[in-house]
Every structure is written in C-alpha cells, then in structure tokens.
C-alpha cells in the first residue's frame, strides 16, 4: 500500500520535527506522529494525526483537535480526532 498524497504533505509539512511514528491498525486508519529528537513513546511531546479513508476520500483528523506536540503516541488509539 502507498502512502496517501496528504499523508506524505504532511510528512513534509513537519519536517522540522525529528522523530516520528507510523501505525496502520487497519487498512481504513494511519496514525502518524511527529516529535521532538528523543522523545519516548510515553511522553506527552508528540502531534498526532489520524488519517482515515472514507470511501475515496482521506480524512485528517488532529488529536484532540489541536496541533500541539502535546500527545503520547502510546495513547494513540484513545484521542478523539477533529
């Protein structure tokens, strides 16, 4: 599977960040997180985005509904995403 246009703009976009993460629980969802150099799966540094496919149509939705590097990619799955 390739990578969504939006998902790799977004790669892009947060370039300045330097570790990132990618999970794809299913075919439908793409987490992807960007962070700051070093930080722990378990630490609140990370921005997080849920990509989900609707038919034809890829969803990006934030974390929380926000931008903020103030996530932890451990708690991924229990975000709401706006």
């Known amino acids: 599977m390739s990578m969504p246009k939006a998902l790799m703009d977004s790669i ?3 370039d300045f960040f330097k570790a990132e993460r990618t ?3 299913s075919p439908e ?3 992807v997180a960007h ?3 070093k930080a722990q799966n378990n630490e609140a540094k990370w ?3 849920r990509y989900q496919t609707v038919g034809t ?3 990006k939705r934030f974390a929380e509904g926000n931008t903020e590097a ?3 990619w451990n708690d991924r799955a229990t975000y709401t995403y706006l």
């Open 12 to 14: 892009r976009v947060y």
């Open 23 to 25: 999970d794809s629980p």
């Open 29 to 31: 969802i793409t987490y």
């Open 35 to 37: 962070a700051v150099v």
């Open 47 to 49: 921005l997080i985005v």
């Open 57 to 59: 149509v890829v969803e």
């Open 70 to 72: 103030d996530k932890v």
